[in-house]
């Protein structure tokens, strides 16, 4: 296993270990035992019921897995890992329960990253909840006609005296209408698209805000989805995130014209968060493979009647795991997770330490845990044979929870979108360094040719470059 790996960012000298170390093992064997104790039990009951687990979630918090403490905890790491170990294990345990767990914290982080120190003191409790208190918070972007699109959002929100005025309509949205606040991204100026755009915080029991229809999903069922709808829903001015201010020197920016790298930024945020999508796909992943291989490690002999005609190199009679196409697919299942991982990793890690994910590494591991997720389940579901159809067989829940990974956070086409981007961007930077640094030495050199031809009276020539 690769153990070392540097880069020398700025001239800085950093090198990163592979291996866990003691604290992180500590904590992935915590996240496993919580999942297999606390979230596995109840997994199936949630999954058919299509029921929010409060149960697991408090549970979670009185373990220390959920909550601002948690949050704290895991994004401290100078390494970067305890945030996909979390992921990977708890979807392990179950994925729909993990972003029940989870799924508050988008809106604590959306409160956070844009709102003032008040705002954030007031609010992020509420989405969270603090001490034994459980409580939900929900982050409201996608819209019906805009969903990667985020510059086509319609949902508007118009300045009446002390108060904003919210409508529009919000789907797919994990808590949507259950929780406690809702951060909700509204166009202020339509004209300039999403530099027009701006985060408002909604309170609980807030007058014209109601959830839509639930949605029924195929996988991650016990995460609550719904559509949120505003109609003429009032807000106090102060639930604007970051104040009046901020909002109206970020208009005036964007009407004169002047940049403010503010989608190179945000490009930038969600090649850090994106790992961590890349590890809860990793764990359904796991879950199916160590799952498959201990019933086939339990499987019977197969009985062949034509087992005593054929040679000792036949696979006829015996048990899967002896035969060589069992143990090919089962060795390209074990690869495609460990390559996945370390893709998750290596992009978590420089994520967490300033190094620019600049040729798409943090959607290159989703993009590609997301893909394994779905090959590794549908694999094991072919080695299993018919079992693995039935509701009785956990390789069906965790085949229908893998597919949500090529879709939500940036669908896998979006994805090679934004890694062929990044990946010719750099490409283009590293051109042009080498091309103004080919440019350099040739005038430097000609320079020198001139000078010399001047002193000796030898004849000029510009000497070529390879």
Partial sequence: MLTDWSINPGGKDIRVNFALNDEQLEFKAYCRRFATDVMRPVARKHDEEESTPYEVIKAAREWGLQGVESIQKIGSDPDGQLSPIYAEELHWGCAGIALAISGSSLAAAGIASSGTPEQITRWVPEALGLGDEVKLG??????????????????TAKRDGDEWILNGTKVFITNGGIADVHVVVATVDPELG?????????????????QGKKESKIGIRASHTAEVILEDCRIPLDQLLGGMEKLERKLERARTGESTGRASNALATFEVTRPVVGASALGIAQAAYEWTVWYLLGADVVSDPLAAWLDETSSAGKP?????GVQQRLADVATEIEGARLLVQRASWMGRNGVPLSAGQGSMSKLKAGDVAMWVTRTCMDLVGPF???????????FRDAKIYQLFEGTAEIQRRVVAQMQVAEMRRHFDEISEQRETAANALAEVAINGAATNGAPVTTPSIA
Wanted: positive net charge.
């Fill in 194 to 210: 999403h530099r027009g755009q701006a985060s408002f915080v909604v309170g609980p029991g807030t007058p014209g805000l109601r």
């Fill in 388 to 398: 693995a159809q039935s509701a009785d067989c956990p390789l069906e829940k965790w």
């Fill in 138 to 155: 929900a982050y409201a972007v996608t819209e019906p006609q805009a969903g990667s699109d985020v510059k086509s959002l319609r949902t």
């Fill in 320 to 324: 899967p795991l002896e035969r060589q």
